[in-house]
């Protein structure tokens, strides 16, 4: 970079003249003169395989946004305050770039991200093998996290994206996607239909059985056996004018009746499994 250093007395004076009048060639020469520390810092991160090309412009998104929030009136060097901004424009882009899974959403699982390369090697050295279970179980309490996180931040830091639609084996007489052996939990479409078709019968058995039953003894098994939320025997008996145990009674009953007549229209008991 040819851009020279600032002195404190003249990097005061152009972030005065940004902050209270706008000046665009104050702007340039404060910002220009710290592109070094934009690049220093977005070196630190080209291990994650990003561009370093798009992590300086990322920097330098975090550099204006300093230059734009920086209060030159608190006596603090513009560099110690912009590397803030720079380090977390840098960060955002590599959480949002990385991977397709979207990852880091917490601060603990941010610096997770950002620090577990450094904190494994640091506690792998030496001669003796440490089981990664102890080196999981280290640095969750140095981060703030559970070993399960940093297992599965391992796991996603060993190895890159793939594809799902990318071929199984890489020839060309290959017609298989990894997709393609994906094990779907869904019934089969037959057993679907099946099941739809046995749940109609039921209710229509149901309604024809239910013509047995009085109106009481039908309204006391709709409210409490045929509704999402099942009323109470206290609120039904509340409603009906009567105790809560001759609801129970009642309710027994209806149910033997309805048993009954299920059981006498349809004996194959297979049938309601």
Known sequence: MQAP????????????????????????????????????????????????????????????EAAARFEPDREVRFSTYATWWIRASIQDYILRNWSIVRGGTSSTQKALF???????????????????????????????????????????????DTSLNAPVHDTESSTSDRQDFLVDEMPLPDQMVGEVIDTERRVTWLNEAMLALSDREARIVRERRLREEGATLESLGETLGISKERVRQIESRAIEKLKAALLRDHPDRATFV
């Open 5 to 64: 250093y600032l002195e404190r007395d003249e990097e005061h004076d152009l972030a005065v003249r940004w902050r209270e009048v706008k000046d665009q060639a104050a702007l340039h020469r404060l910002t220009a003169s710290h592109m070094r520390l934009v690049i220093a810092l977005a070196a630190r991160f080209r291990h994650f395989g990003l561009p370093m090309s798009d992590l300086i412009q990322e920097g330098h998104v975090g550099l204006l």
């Open 114 to 160: 950002f620090n577990l390369r450094r904190l494994r090697a640091k506690l792998s050295q030496g001669s003796v093998a440490v089981p990664n279970q102890q080196i999981y179980q280290q640095i969750a309490v140095a981060v703030g996290v559970t070993a399960q996180d940093v297992a599965l931040m391992d796991a996603r830091l060993s190895g890159s």
